[in-house]
């Protein structure tokens, strides 16, 4: 043990620390009490991580927070092992509840968007106790929203084929990324890939073409844009020779 601390205080100040924080992205990192330390050879090793970190909670509400890389003592500098397992593992979160074990699983809602944090105390078999903190960012990423824009197609001057230029001019915000483009061309003609792509019509006379894009963000999350595309056909006027 080490003097002047035992774990019920040192959770009793872990608490008081996170109760004293909020959920906002500008909360202090938390911390145990002052001056409890690594301050003798046989004090454990405390470290834990948050999984994932940064959480998106459009892919995930559950959070995993992994204290297994704890050591009883720290591990050897040389070979990485750890010689002595942890007694105990407790943890004390950003919300005021506390939980033991060195794997914990929690679910969390859009009341934890901005920084979510937790106290780890780790004590080993001769008493011995250490402590840690971590935080992490909760965010919720809307969907993208898809757009393009085109090179508005010629006037012909008879039937035919014509060919338009179409560029994705979808938003994203970060840290998300459009990974996905689909085209639709609705004119038989299988659909195409990639954020900028050419499409060539077939035209019997003036007419209309509706184009989809559709775009997908990392997280699978789809927006679909349809915009008209007019083809206008104008024969040339025929003119008539006039005989004197």
């Known amino acids: 043990m080490i ?30 009490p002052s001056g409890f330390a690594n301050t003798v050879t046989d004090a454990p090793f405390a470290t834990f ?5 940064p959480v998106d909670l459009s892919s995930t509400s559950v959070v995993t927070y992994d204290a297994s890389a704890s050591c009883g003592v720290a591990p050897s500098s040389s070979t990485g092992v750890c010689p002595m397992p942890v007694g105990s593992f407790q943890f004390a979160f950003s919300d005021g509840t506390t939980a033991s074990g060195p ?10 968007i901005g920084t979510i944090s937790a106290v780890l105390v780790v004590t080993n078999d001769r008493g011995a106790a250490a402590s840690t903190s971590r935080s ?8 993208p929203k898809a757009d393009f824009t085109f090179v508005a197609p010629p006037v012909l001057s008879a039937p035919g084929n014509v ?37 060539t019509f077939s035209v019997d ?40």
């Not at 794997?103 to 934890?112: G, L």
């Not at 992490?136 to 969907?143: E, G, H, I, N």
């Not at 979808?170 to 792509?197: C, H, K």
């Not at 699978?220 to 056909?233: F, L, N, R």
């Open 3 to 32: 003097k002047g601390f035992t774990l019920t205080a040192v959770l009793a100040a872990a608490l008081a620390a996170v109760a004293a924080c909020t959920h906002k992205e500008d909360a202090p990192p938390l911390a145990g």
């Open 49 to 53: 991580k948050i999984v994932p970190n």
């Open 103 to 112: 794997v914990v699983v929690r679910k969390i809602s859009d009341d934890s």
């Open 136 to 143: 992490a960012q909760v965010l919720r990423s809307p969907p």
């Open 163 to 199: 060919t338009v230029f179409f560029t994705d001019t979808s938003t994203v915000v970060a840290p998300r990324v459009i990974v996905n483009w689909q085209w639709d061309f609705l004119d038989g003609r299988p659909p195409s890939t990639g954020p900028s792509v050419p499409h």
């Open 205 to 244: 006379g003036s007419t209309s073409f509706t184009v989809v894009l559709t775009v997908t963000d990392d997280l699978g999350q789809k927006s679909t844009s349809a915009k008209p595309v007019s083809v206008t056909v104008t024969p040339p006027i025929k003119t008539t020779a006039v005989v004197h």
